[in-house]
């Protein structure tokens, strides 16, 4: 087992929690650093410098090399794991999936959650508040596909928990918080969400 895993995170991004939650799936520990980045604490000369020059989170760091981008460390930390599937094709699907959630799935529910659960509705921009609407369709359309897709599987890829469902999970649990999406809308999705968290090993966002 690899040690000396240190995540550098803010710990109510949904991102950070994917590697959190897969560490935990695959009992690999992770010390953790956090910084808050409504404070710009990933924006100071020093993070931008020697964790990640692109000033984002998360960043995984592996001895004195550092893996930005969540799904990313979330590969690395679950590699010769369960968590990603032997066969051929399913890694691709799983990845199918992963790059969904990355491009159709984060940049609206995340975005939203981030906006009106963090930022508040009335300190958006005048460019935030035009963007709201389509935001909040297309991430309706990412949980509708999702809620089609699980409507006779338990999970996204194969018989088992990938990193698939890790990397959707981890904000559409959450995506009310963003205040314009309704979990009850998407039934197969609930009940996913249930299957995830009775994994063994499972580890909550706020732990």
């Not at 924006?43 to 760091?61: C, D, H, K, S």
């Not at 930390?77 to 199918?96: T, W």
């Not at 995506?175 to 995830?196: K, M, S, T």
Request: hydrophobic fraction near 45%; glycine fraction near 6%; charge should be negative.
């Amino acid at each position: 087992m690899e040690k000396g895993l240190i995540l550098h995170e803010d710990p109510v991004s949904g991102n950070c929690y994917k590697i959190r939650l897969t560490a935990a799936l695959v009992g690999m520990p992770l010390e953790r650093r956090e910084y808050d980045i409504l404070k710009g604490e990933t924006r100071t000369p020093e993070f931008l410098a020697n964790v990640n020059a692109n000033g984002r989170i998360p960043v995984l760091q592996i001895g004195d090399r550092f893996l930005p981008e969540s799904d990313a460390a979330c590969w690395y930390v679950a590699e010769g794991s369960a968590l990603i599937p032997p066969d051929r094709f399913d890694r691709a699907d799983m990845l199918r999936w992963m790059f969904f959630e990355q491009y159709s799935h984060e940049p609206n529910i995340a975005t939203l959650r981030f906006w009106m659960h963090y930022l508040g509705e009335e300190n958006l921009t005048e460019f935030q508040r035009g963007q709201v609407e389509a935001k909040w369709l297309a991430g309706k359309a990412a949980l509708a596909l999702m809620n089609t897709h699980l409507s006779d599987r338990d999970f996204f890829v194969g018989p088992t928990v990938t990193l698939a469902d890790i990397a959707l999970f981890a904000y559409t649990h959450v995506c009310e918080e963003g205040g314009c999406f309704h979990l009850a809308d998407y039934p197969a999705v609930c009940a996913w969400i249930a299957r995830i968290e009775a994994l063994d090993g499972f580890l909550a966002m706020s732990a």
